[in-house]
């Protein structure tokens, strides 16, 4: 068995407990659920980012964005320091 043969082809969602297919929409709707209320619990700061430093300025000024401007957290690190 080659390690394509055990890659995941579509996102799975937890449902009591048990791991299930699912289509696109609902997994990221389920993720931006979860992100939603971990925010309106424990405020935006609850959330972090970790972007990649080998991928393209775009794509890491993309990922502030969103973290700053969508969740209102500044909690977000591209590991660009090295």
């Not at 289509?23 to 992100?35: K, S």
């Not at 972090?48 to 990922?63: I, Q, R, V």
Request: proline residues 4%.
């Amino acid at each position: 068995m080659s390690k394509h043969d055990t890659r995941l082809t579509t996102p799975l969602v937890r449902d009591n407990g048990a791991l299930r297919p699912a289509t696109w929409d609902e997994a990221l709707d389920r993720a931006a659920a979860g992100f939603r209320a971990a925010v309106e619990k424990h405020g935006p700061q609850t959330f972090g980012l970790f972007s990649c430093s080998k991928t393209t300025n775009e794509m890491n000024y993309l990922a502030q964005k969103f973290a700053r401007t969508v969740v209102g957290s500044n909690n977000i690190d591209s590991c660009n320091r090295t």
